[in-house]
């Protein structure tokens, strides 16, 4: 059973950097997706980025430039690095495992618990 964790958030002021950690367990595919997604208060959740089994990246405009998707295949560990942050990266972000038809949609999949992240101006 697939299992994911997600570590990293935190309160920052707006230009500073988190690194949001996913530690992954109990997946034996070796095709998937895996995602960050975010969701702020109010507000429908979101796709982040995404990197997929062959390490193909996609990211939201609002994050092109400023955000970085990685994972470590030896740790199982997904990571988002997130540089530049303004107060509207305010939002619980969550990681998720999908087959890889399931990339580009929030539908479905394994999700984490979720690590907030507020960016204070």
């Known amino acids: 059973q697939v299992q994911l964790v997600e570590s990293g958030g935190g309160s920052v002021q707006a230009g500073g950097s988190l690194r949001l950690s996913c530690a992954a367990s109990?997946?034996?595919?070796?095709?998937?997706?895996l995602n960050w997604f975010r969701q702020a208060p109010g507000k429908e959740r979101e796709g982040v980025a995404s990197?997929?089994?062959?390490?193909?990246?996609r990211y939201a405009d609002s994050v092109k430039g400023r955000f970085t998707i990685s994972q470590d295949k030896l740790m199982n560990t997904l990571y988002l690095e997130m540089n530049n942050l303004k107060p509207e990266d305010t939002a619980m972000y969550y990681c998720?495992?999908?087959?890889?038809?399931?990339?580009?949609?929030?539908?479905?999949?394994?999700w984490g618990q979720g690590t907030q992240v507020t960016v204070s101006a």
């Open positions: 998720r495992y999908a087959v890889p038809m399931f990339c580009f949609t929030s539908r479905f999949g394994i």
């Open positions: 109990g997946y034996t595919s070796s095709k998937y997706c």
């Open positions: 990197i997929d089994s062959d390490g193909r990246t």
